[in-house]
């Protein structure tokens, strides 16, 4: 990350070749969007987020939780914060901090976010899917793929929302197509509970348990050690929907191709 951070810098502050060092103003706005760029993507890693949230908030720092898993599942703009790895760094903190994280609180502040910002997501499509599916050459919020959702639910059923929750961006975007596509509120609704509270309890208690028990057997403190964390948590997170993927291919292998086949009459 510093290596291409550094690179971009100076290809953007080189100048021009014909007045070495004049810095133009194009180049200074490159610089700082740069420079603004790194800053978030350092700002969200997980244990400083909830660093600062912990500042910030103090005792209250689960409605600061609760905000951050709310905009990551139900509002569009919030897909680029941590997700998946925040459930697991908060897990590993409320492990290791409990005087400042109650694991006890964590969990309902996280349920809570995920089910609220999951429905708010199903209302936003179900409301404005009209107006935000309308145009074809839109690089989201196409109406074919809103059409081609809907035939996805209805053949593979709801399940897919539950995998839906452990892939990141997709968990974002698909209860607005899922809102947008007509399925039922009740139907969304269950899976919605279903998915979020596995969702919720399988990443923030594998932190809390998994931190331990790796200490205990190889003498290393995983907080030392947070971003290899988090990149084994991404990989984890989008195992489920590849294996679903790999098993609908070869089912789909096995079937026999009944249209070749003669007319037997």
Do not use: C
Not at 26 to 55: A, C, G, V
Not at 89 to 102: C, E, F, I, N, Q
Not at 149 to 178: C, D, M, Q, S
């Amino acid at each position: 990350m510093e290596n291409a951070r550094s690179y971009l810098l100076s290809a953007s502050t080189a100048g021009n070749s014909d007045f070495p060092g004049t810095r133009f103003p194009f180049e200074t706005r490159m610089e700082s969007i740069i420079h603004l760029i790194y800053q978030i993507l350092d700002f969200i890693k997980p244990d400083k987020l909830i660093n600062w949230l912990l500042d910030l908030l103090g005792i209250y720092v689960y409605f600061g939780l609760f905000f951050v898993i709310f905009a990551e599942t139900g509002l569009a703009v919030g897909f680029f914060l941590p997700g998946d790895s925040l459930l697991v760094v908060t897990g590993l903190m409320a492990k290791t901090l409990p005087d400042k994280l109650y694991i006890l609180y964590v969990l309902p502040a996280f349920f809570l976010g995920s089910v609220l910002g999951d429905n708010t997501g199903y209302w936003t499509g179900r409301v404005m899917g009209k107006s935000l599916f309308k145009r074809e050459d839109s690089y989201i919020f196409k109406p074919s793929r809103v059409e081609r959702a809907h035939r996805f639910f209805e053949k593979y059923g709801a399940k897919t929302i539950i995998l839906a929750r452990f892939v990141p961006i997709v968990r974002t975007f698909a209860p607005l197509v899922i809102g947008a596509s007509g399925m039922a509120y009740q139907t969304f609704l269950l899976f919605s509970v279903i998915g979020g509270l596995i969702w919720i309890l399988s990443m923030v208690l594998a932190g809390y348990f998994l931190g331990g028990l790796v200490e205990q057997a190889f003498g290393i403190r995983l907080q030392d050690h947070i971003e290899k964390v988090v990149i084994v948590v991404v990989i984890l997170s989008i195992l489920p929907p590849i294996i679903e993927f790999i098993k609908h291919k070869m089912s789909k292998g096995d079937e026999p191709d009944t249209a070749s086949e003669p007319n037997a009459q």
